[in-house]
């Protein structure tokens, strides 16, 4: 009996120490990887995690400093919304809205011919109902779907990419209701109580917020108060590398490229007021590399932002005209301003 049990003792530890073996030497399973189509880019149960940055204390008056040095070109709402031009030493310019969130100013999304964003079975972006939808900032600006109840459209940009079945890649929340769901692409919200942010967020983390528009792009070219920057592979005094939140650009070095060279670029930038509330700012840029672009926002006070669809797809619209004048692309969403009438 003795010997029986010494037996089975000898087979369960050989069993045990070849479980822990293979439990240590064999392969992991591999990574969800998360594209323009899969079922992960839309659960929202799931976002990478991205290391914390330390907060950055917010400097109001810089917002003002800058805009000394800009040439106004109109202001709306009483001021809550303010238009300006600058050109840089560089040679290139920027077209830039500063809207003051909760003064009377709201931003919010606009979709193609008011149609729905959302998503097939397998994951691909598509427009609830199918077919094509997409227009130029312009046509979104003065369409009838973008006119909202007792507010002015003053202004408006380009924003989420678009993949081949033409519905924004990104998240989309309008008016409080979810329509897509990508927690691997940084998305910009906007609360319910006009408070902004800009990062990964999954359903419920969406809900948890109340935002109440949202829109998905990338990349992001500030966080925290850093400079992404792609010659750097650490984070190193005013930079980080390129790509902080790890977001799942299936064309990386298309991004790079983009971010790094002079293409026109549009972006939105977030930062806190002197009183606590909080401002955005709509760029667009001309002639301006992504660092030179990401300095001149932080320039403005904004502790992060985020790159939006960029070379012929930037456009921006003041009081239903272009504010440059070139041949645009049709977009599947705007990111449009109002003010209280």
């Known amino acids: 009996m003795t010997g029986s049990i010494s037996n089975w003792t000898v087979l369960f530890v050989a069993a045990l120490s070849i479980g822990v073996l293979l439990s240590v030497f064999a392969p992991a399973p591999p990574a969800a990887i998360s594209g323009w189509s899969g079922a992960a880019s839309i659960t929202g149960e799931a976002a990478p995690i991205a290391a914390e940055a330390a907060p950055v204390a917010p400097v109001p008056a810089l917002l003002e400093q800058y805009n000394r040095a800009s040439a ?85 940009t380009n924003f989420g990419f678009f993949g081949a079945r033409t519905s924004s890649e990104g998240t989309v929340v309008v008016d409080g209701t979810i329509h897509r769901v990508n927690p691997w692409r940084a998305a910009l919200c906007i609360t319910a109580d006009q408070r902004a942010e800009i990062g990964l967020f999954n359903r419920a983390a969406l809900e948890t917020r109340g935002c109440r528009q949202a829109v998905g792009a990338g990349p992001v070219f500030l966080w925290k108060g850093k400079i992404a920057n792609p010659a750097v592979s650490a984070p190193s005094g005013d930079f980080i590398p390129f790509n902080p939140l790890g977001e799942n650009f299936a064309q990386l070095e ?34 301006v590399p992504g660092l030179e672009l990401a300095r001149n926002l932080k320039a403005m006070g904004c502790t992060d932002a985020l790159g939006a669809d ?6 921006m619209v003041w009081r239903g005209a272009p504010v440059v004048q070139r041949p645009p692309r049709e977009v599947p969403d705007a990111l449009a301003v109002y003010v209280r009438e």
Do not use: N
């Open 72 to 156: 106004l070109q109109e202001s709306a709402g009483d001021g809550s919304v303010r238009f300006y031009r600058r050109a840089l030493p560089g040679g290139g310019s920027l077209a830039y809205f500063v809207i003051m969130l909760g003064d009377g100013a709201d931003v919010r999304v606009v979709s193609a011919d008011g149609a729905t964003p959302g998503s097939d079975a397998a994951g691909d972006t598509i427009w609830v109902g199918g077919g094509q939808h997409l227009a130029t900032v312009q046509e979104m600006a003065a369409a009838s779907y973008a006119a909202r109840p007792g507010m002015a459209l003053v202004g408006a």
């Open 254 to 287: 298309w991004r790079i490229t983009a971010y790094t060279s002079d293409l026109p670029k549009t972006a939105v930038c977030v930062g806190e007021r002197a009183d606590g509330g909080a401002f955005l700012v709509l760029v667009t840029s001309y002639g």
């Open 310 to 315: 960029d070379d012929t797809s930037t456009q």
